[in-house]
């Protein structure tokens, strides 16, 4: 990975590059390019009281890429991914590209309302000759009308037949005085039966104490970018599944859930920073 700042990408008209974003620095925790020197220094900074951030980040994608998979394998062929971030590797409509079955047909919609993920994710779309069955919507997750009704949702994803809504690695950024739980009921409210929920999210839960106050001081330090962060416990994230029952192997966190691959010694030290699920809803 490069620190250049001439891989970063053209500016957006009205982008403020003097203050980090949490979709650009989460970028460059992946290895991406679309973020700016602000984003760089400050990540650094971050890294330097949460070193493990940057492997959970590749968790948190890897849990994307499986949990994809998986919802295609369950038949499903629609995705809505809310809070989609900047593109980068092992976007959502490359994977449902790679693993869909020759003659069938996909819909995919991202959401985010960084003004660099929405210039960035559009142009990728076009470059990949995917806006026919994939497009972005710049809104704000929270405004749930807004996205649901958006022209681009409403050519690309059918709500009487089953969809996957990804929240991952998002929702922390979501306060309480926000109403997560609400949110995210308004979305399984519109899905049909066969939908899925994939959620993940931060955690120090269960961590010993020096790791846990290194989580909280990595949440401290998002205090001062334009995306709080929060950090929540197991029981607060089970609680958005309403009473959709969860597919297995359950809330676990992002490396266990149908791991592909094994964690190395140092990527294991990661581990227990977040949790993930998906769940299913019933007929």
């Known amino acids: 990975m490069t620190e250049s700042q001439d891989l970063a990408p053209e500016a957006p008209e009205g982008v403020d590059t003097d203050k980090p974003s949490a979709a650009r620095m989460y970028d460059w925790y992946l290895g991406g390019t679309h973020n700016w020197a602000v984003d760089r220094e400050f990540g650094k900074q971050v890294v330097e009281l949460f070193p493990q951030v940057r492997d959970l980040a590749r968790q948190n994608r890897q849990f994307l890429g499986r949990a994809v998979r998986a919802a295609m394998d369950a038949g499903i062929r629609q995705f809505l991914d809310l809070g989609s971030g900047v593109p980068t590797v092992g976007n959502v409509h490359e994977i449902v590209r790679k693993h869909l079955p020759e003659g069938e047909r996909a819909g995919v919609v991202y959401v985010d309302y960084e003004p660099v993920a929405a210039a960035h994710g559009t142009l990728l779309l076009e470059r990949d000759g995917a806006t026919d069955?994939?497009?972005?919507?710049?809104?704000?997750?929270?405004?749930?009308?807004?996205?649901?009704?958006?022209?681009?949702?409403?050519?690309?994803?059918?709500?009487?037949?089953?969809?996957?809504?990804?929240?991952?690695?998002?929702?922390?950024?979501?306060?309480?005085?926000?109403?997560p739980e609400e949110i995210v009921e308004r979305y399984r409210r519109k899905l049909a039966p066969g939908s899925w929920l994939a959620i993940s999210h931060i955690t120090s839960e269960g961590a010993p104490e020096e790791d846990a106050a290194a989580v909280r001081r990595f949440a401290d330090a998002y205090r001062n970018t334009s995306n709080p962060l929060w950090v929540r416990e197991k029981a607060d994230i089970a609680q958005w599944f309403g009473d959709w029952p969860l597919v297995e192997p359950g809330l676990v966190h992002p490396a266990d859930w149908r791991p592909d691959t094994k964690l190395t010694p140092i990527e294991a030290i990661s581990r227990p920073f977040g949790w993930c699920g998906v769940a299913e809803k019933q007929a």
Not at 168 to 178: E, K, T
């Open 133 to 179: 069955w994939a497009g972005l919507v710049q809104a704000d997750l929270r405004d749930t009308g807004a996205v649901l009704r958006h022209e681009t949702t409403r050519r690309l994803i059918d709500f009487s037949q089953p969809v996957c809504v990804l929240m991952i690695a998002v929702l922390h950024f979501i306060g309480g005085d926000d109403h």
